[in-house]
């Protein structure tokens, strides 16, 4: 399956994407841990916690 992934951050009220990426799992699960560590490598000093959105991708 084909997963749409949005990686954002909360700057002060509004949320801001600076990331969008498709990736290929198997699983709701995978998709999740795929994204878990997209976020992780993107974490610096100015992006300390990201959060993510995952959904299916549908052509």
Do not use: P
Request: a negative charge.
């Amino acid at each position: 399956m084909l997963f749409e992934i949005d990686l954002f951050v909360k700057v002060k009220n509004n949320f801001k994407t600076i990331h969008s990426t498709i990736v290929f799992a198997d699983t709701v699960t995978e998709g999740r841990e795929k994204a878990s560590e997209i976020a992780n490598s993107l974490i610096s000093k100015k992006y300390k916690e990201i959060q993510f959105d995952i959904q299916e991708f549908i052509v």
